[in-house]
């Protein structure tokens, strides 16, 4: 634990959760808007992606759950189930209030689709 | 040990047929000057003796033995009875190492003064302060030593030590210094040629005997511009022993006001915020009547309203001319937090060379800093940036273009407060740069 000052948020970590399972698939990652050079090759892109993430609780108690997901590069949201917190350029994060035993046909479903703008493969994830 | 003797009065035998070779006994030495020149390791020592001169010819034997003294230096010249007194030649006999002997002619017989001087090495002298600033950091009191250490074999009773401030490169330099307060007078043709007895040393007598009859007083130390020296002269007199190291009180000056001031500049500390305390060397802050060299600051702080002191930092300081800001880094502070995000990232307008490659292209950023003070007072705090490139930014923050690739932003935070604010940094590339 580092030096925490008077009047600052401190966070512990204090294990891992097995009652909350999270899957995760990237189901759509289409190149678009494609810009080739005199010799015909792509040499700029845009990008259309969609995430679903699948969540379920298995705990007797509302749980609440930040996921965070990094999408690199200049990128825009198209469309969101839930709604997101930008934490910096690179970083998203979805705060969840699961409700107890959301599980099978009642777990909870956040999907989202973006969008990479001028895509030349040597874009920055980090800073 | 370096000895003096002059050979006491029976004849010794003599080449010259009408001259008899007087050796005179040799008493203790009247007075010692030590002008210590840190930057070259050099001490200029003057010291005055009187001696028994015969009629004639006197043998005077001086020995440099297992001390730092450059014997290429040693100079004697008489104070009284100057026209009668004359040093016939300097002789360094065989088979004795380290000695030299001057024949002296004297027209008079009786007791003369006479001044010795040379250059040794092996003296230096430090500076050091200690800072206490109050609770608020508002104010601080400064009190500066110097550190007077003898490694040079040689004994210094009742030196009066002189201590020069500035860089020295050449004996020249030495020499034009030694005329200083003296104008009109051309410069001797030699380094070590002996300059006529000045006002300075005669002042300097004077000056010790007044000291010396306050010996209780803590010992003042005297300062004086020359040119692109300083000359601090420690009050009354000082016996420094071969091995020994004196610390003399320099000054000291309360209340003298003070920025508690906060650097963040990633490029030099990292993510560290850094502590400054910042002051300005002049009248309207209690000091500015000498400049300061450099030396080792040992810094406090009152923690408790009856004055507990904590210890907040030891730095050292460059030298500090009179009128200057001085700014001594204390290390960080880890109450002060400064958090740099980026939080928005686009690349713009792309442009494409003949074979249709993309050669010109805008990154344009958007940064946002989280400033909070933790502390329980205010404190000023100063943001560099660096960019490269063709950039600009857009913010609504004050700022300063420090040059053509630093912005600083300067804000004040009270004590636990917390501030943002964001710029929007544009960078061209390619051909699209046009600097």
Redesign the interface.
């Known amino acids: 634990m580092a ?1 925490t ?4 948020e401190l966070k512990l970590f204090i294990g891992q959760s097995r009652d909350v399972k999270v899957t995760q698939r990237k189901v759509r990652d289409d190149k678009t808007n494609l810009r ?4 015909n090759h792509v ?2 892109w845009d990008t259309d992606e969609e995430i679903k993430i699948e969540i379920e609780n298995f705990k007797k108690d509302a749980v609440t759950l930040v996921i965070v997901e990094h999408i690199p ?2 990128w825009k949201m198209v469309k969101s189930s839930h709604e997101f917190k ?5 970083t998203i994060e979805y705060e969840l209030t699961l409700p107890k035993e959301t599980t099978g046909d009642k777990k909870t479903i956040v999907t989202l689709n973006y969008t990479r ?2 895509v ?1 493969n040597n ?2 994830a980090s ?1 | 040990m370096r000895t003096l003797l002059l050979f006491s009065a029976l004849c010794l035998l003599t080449t010259l047929a009408d001259a008899r070779i007087n050796v005179v006994t040799l008493p203790g030495r009247d007075t010692v000057q030590l002008t210590i020149y840190n930057s070259a390791d050099l001490t200029m020592v003057k010291e005055t003796r009187f001696l028994t001169f015969r009629k004639g010819v006197n043998k005077l034997e001086f020995s440099w033995a297992n001390t730092l003294i450059d014997p290429t230096s040693v100079e004697f010249r008489a104070l009284t009875q100057a026209d009668k007194v004359e040093v016939l030649d300097v002789s360094f006999p065989p088979r004795v190492t380290n000695t030299l002997e001057w024949r002296i002619n004297s027209e008079v017989s009786g007791e003369v003064q006479v001044e010795i001087r040379y250059f040794t090495s092996g003296i230096n002298w430090a500076a050091d302060y200690v800072a206490e600033a109050n609770k608020a950091e508002k104010l601080m009191s400064l009190a500066g030593n110097v550190r007077v250490n003898n490694n040079s074999g040689e004994d210094y009773e009742n030196a009066q030590v002189r201590l020069v401030v500035g860089v020295i490169r050449l004996v020249e330099e030495i020499r034009q210094l030694a005329q200083q307060g003296r104008p009109g007078q051309p410069p001797p043709p030699a380094p070590c040629t002996p300059a006529p007895v000045g006002a300075m040393f005669k002042a300097g007598a004077a000056f010790m005997l007044a000291a010396e009859a306050a010996a209780d007083k803590p010992k003042e130390i005297v300062k004086e511009g020359m040119s692109e020296y300083f000359l601090y002269t420690v009050e009354g007199r000082d016996t420094i022993l071969n091995g020994w190291s004196k610390r003399l009180p320099s000054f000291k000056t309360t209340e003298v006001p003070i920025v508690s001031y906060y650097k963040f500049e990633r490029e030099q500390w990292g993510d560290q915020v850094m502590r400054f305390y910042r002051f300005k060397n002049d009248k309207e802050s209690k000091l500015g009547n000498e400049p300061l060299p450099d030396g080792a600051v040992m810094a406090l702080r009152a923690v408790t309203a009856d004055n507990l002191c904590a210890f907040v930092g030891r730095t050292s300081v460059k030298y500090i001319p009179i009128g200057e800001q001085v700014e001594m880094e204390l290390g960080n502070d ?2 002060v ?1 400064i958090k740099p ?8 307008d ?1 442009r ?1 060379n ?5 050669d010109g ?1 805008t990154i344009r ?2 940064w946002q800093f989280e400033v ?1 003070n ?2 329980d007072i205010g404190i000023m705090l100063d943001i560099r940036r660096n960019f490269q490139g063709d950039w600009s930014i857009k913010t609504d923050a004050k700022n300063e273009k420090v040059d053509a690739h630093k912005v600083k932003f300067v804000l004040p935070l009270k004590s ?1 407060e917390k501030q943002t604010f964001t710029y929007e940094l544009t960078t061209k590339y390619g051909t699209n740069a046009t600097r």
Do not use: I
Not at chain 1, 5 to 8: E, M
């Open positions: 030096l000052p008077a009047d600052r080739r050079n005199n010799s040499v700029l590069g200049y930008k934490k910096d350029a690179f703008l001028n030349q874009e920055p800073y | 880890r109450e937090t995000k980026l939080m928005d990232w686009q690349k713009l792309l494409y003949q074979h249709g490659d993309p292209w950023e958007t909070q933790s502390k636990r």
